[in-house]
Structures are given as C-alpha cells and as structure tokens.
C-alpha cells in the first residue's frame, strides 16, 4: 500500500509563498503520474498541477505562471512551489498519485492566505 505524506502548508500573507512536499512511501514518483489538488470549503476537488512519469507539466488556469510542480525521483517526493500566493488559493491541498487502476491520496495539507 502506497502511503503519501504531505508537508509544507501554513498561514501566509497574500504575496508570499509556501512550498509543499509529498513524500511518497515506495518508489513510485518516477512511475506514477503525480499531481496537487485543493479543495476549498463547500467547493470539490480540482487539479492545481501534475506532472507525468514523462515529465510533461499540466497547470489550471488559476495557478499558471505562479505555481510549479517538480519531483525528485531519488527523494520519491514531489513538490507544489506557490509563488505570488492570493486569498483564493486557501484550501487544503492534497497530493495524488495515479498509475490506472491505482490512486492513492495523502490526507492533505492546510493552506490558508491571508488579505
């Protein structure tokens, strides 16, 4: 069972930034294609970023420009660097893992900016 453990998430003011670590239990951040998720209060799930086992990047809208993705295979972790942070990115963010039929979360990781 592939466990994923979240880190990195704080209280910051608008403008500032966070970084945030998914560190993976077993060697699948290479494999799998790993991606960030947030989910604001009475709002569902969205994709923030994810990258592939290719390297290829995906960015919603929101965060183009501010946000970036990367992993490091050696560290079987992958990050979320949240630049230029606005009230609206406050949410819990939650790290995925996906390789069909398998998905695996992390508990999530609170993030909130303040005005």
């Known amino acids: 069972q592939v466990q994923l453990v979240e880190s990195g998430g704080g209280l910051v003011q608008a403008g500032g930034s966070l970084r945030l670590s998914c560190a993976a239990s077993?060697?699948?951040?290479?494999?799998?294609?790993m991606g960030w998720y947030r989910q604001a209060p009475g709002k569902e799930r969205d994709l923030v970023a994810r990258?592939?086992?290719?390297?290829?990047?995906n960015y919603a809208d929101s965060v183009k420009g501010r946000f970036t993705i990367s992993r490091d295979n050696a560290k079987n972790t992958v990050y979320l660097q949240m630049n230029s942070l606005r009230p609206e990115d406050t949410a819990v963010y939650y790290c995925n893992a996906f390789a069909f039929p398998m998905n695996y979360w992390g508990q999530g990781t609170q993030v909130t900016v303040s005005s």
């Open positions: 990258v592939s086992s290719g390297g290829t990047t």
């Open positions: 077993g060697s699948i951040v290479s494999m799998y294609v």
